[in-house]
C-alpha cells in the first residue's frame, strides 16, 4: 500500500548523471600525538641504523675485495721503507672489518636515541606552534 514500486526514486532524491566531481575537503592538524610520532621515529631510525651498519659492511667488503687496504698499506710501507726504523705499520689494525662494523653500530645507535628524541621534541614544538596560529590546514580530494 504505502511502497513505492521497484525502480521508482523516492521523493526529492536527484537522479545520478554520470560520475560527480570529486569532493574536496578541507582539514586541519591541530595536534599531533607525541607518543605515536615516537613510536614510529624509533621505529624508522631502527630501521636507518641496521641499513647503515649493512651499507657500512658492503663497503668495507667492496673495498677489500678490490684491494684498496692492501695497495694503502703498501704505500705505506713503501714511504717508511727508507727509515732507520722501519715502520711495522698496518692500516687493518686501525680500519679492520671488526672495527668498522663495531663503530657504525655505536654510530647507529647513537643516531637511533637523537633521531627519535629531536622528533618527540619536534612534535611537541608542532603542538606549541599550532595552539598558537592554529595548525596546519590541508584540503583533500576523493579522487
Known sequence: PGRAPSG??????????????????KLTVSRVDPW??????FLISVAL???????????????????????VNGIVHDLTQGETNPST?????YIGFGRVVSLSVVIGVIDIILLTAIATLG??????CASLV??????????
Open 8 to 25: 521508482a526514486r523516492p521523493a526529492g532524491a536527484r537522479p545520478r548523471v554520470g560520475r560527480s566531481a570529486p569532493r574536496r575537503v
Open 36 to 41: 605515536s610520532v615516537m613510536k614510529i621515529s
Open 49 to 71: 641504523g641496521i641499513a647503515g651498519v649493512i651499507l657500512m659492511a658492503v663497503i668495507w667488503t667492496l673495498l677489500s675485495g678490490m684491494g684498496v687496504f692492501a695497495d
Open 89 to 93: 705499520f698496518d692500516l687493518m689494525d
Open 123 to 128: 612534535a611537541f614544538l608542532y603542538n606549541i
Open 134 to 143: 592554529g595548525g596546519l590546514q590541508m584540503t583533500l580530494s576523493d579522487d
